[in-house]
């Protein structure tokens, strides 16, 4: 394929907060192409919107971290990579190492996950845990710390040039001066209002320079009204099930 007919783009399954379900669960995939390429957590309502977006489970996906509306869909995930055609082991994960034992805690250890018995969890996927990089179908990604809650439990994704996806995260200004140096959209939790968890809009104010905010893509907001409130104030908000267009890869284009 010619890397200039590349077109990169982020869909958005769900852009709420935990308590906003009917935002959806925070989640998303990138696209190329037109086709699904890597998606980004599996919440429960997060899920329900991808399947219904594609009409297929998801082909890989990166995980953030392990709280429950970015992990939530993946009982249902095993059933459909379990016993869908072709799909058996073959749908990757690539989870920050940190997070595997979390991630095995909160949804691989249930005691016979099929209940005639004969399986376990993680034979349906294939699993990767990774580090500060990866590649996936020959692009390199980057990985990266978040503040949410306790270290080493949550991590944002860097597609060079493309996408800065923060995951859960308070501000992070000295990683995204690192992390988000090539004109990346970069997709942000940002509610109206911060608090310990998350990032509010004037915690972004006080701490992101402006050209960064310009860039920025608001999502994980506690509702309809205040994802309002934010673009009221000169932001540019993620809605559910929008298609976003995402900088072109200068970083995989530098290497032609
Ligand atoms: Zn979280």
Redesign the pocket.
């Known amino acids: 394929m010619d890397r200039n007919d590349d077109r990169w783009r982020l869909r958005l399954h769900g852009v709420g907060n ?1 308590s906003a379900v009917e935002l959806g669960s925070a989640m998303a995939t990138i696209e190329r192409d037109g086709r699904p390429w890597l998606t980004i957590d599996c919440g429960g309502e997060g899920l329900t919107a991808c399947l219904a977006q594609y009409g297929a489970p998801p082909v890989a996906l990166f995980i953030t ?1 392990t ?1 429950l ?2 992990v939530a869909g993946f009982e249902r995930l095993f059933v459909k990579a379990w016993f869908g055609e072709g799909l058996r082991g073959k749908i990757r994960l690539y989870v920050p190492a940190r997070l595997v034992p979390l991630l095995h805690q909160r949804v691989g250890d249930y005691p016979n996950v099929l209940a005639e018995g004969g399986a376990n969890f993680w034979e349906a996927f294939h699993l990767v845990p990774v580090g500060s990089a990866f590649w996936h179908d020959g692009v390199r990604l980057e990985v990266f710390p978040t503040r ?2 306790w270290p080493d439990t ?1 991590f944002g994704l860097r597609l060079p040039g493309s996408l800065v996806w923060t995951g ?1 995260t308070r501000p992070i200004p000295e990683v995204l001066a690192a992390m988000a140096g090539q004109g990346e959209l970069v997709a942000h939790d940002c509610g109206l209002h911060g608090n310990p ?1 998350h990032s509010g809009i004037d915690d972004l104010e006080r701490e992101y320079p402006a050209e960064l905010l310009r860039r920025c893509l608001l999502y994980h907001y506690a509702s309809a009204a205040d994802g309002q409130a934010l673009a009221a104030r000169g932001y540019r908000v993620a809605h559910a099930g929008e298609l976003v267009d995402l900088p072109p890869d200068r970083a995989e284009r530098a290497q032609d």
Do not use: E, G, I, M
């Open positions: 935990a971290h709280h509306d970015h949410h809650h949550s859960d968890s």
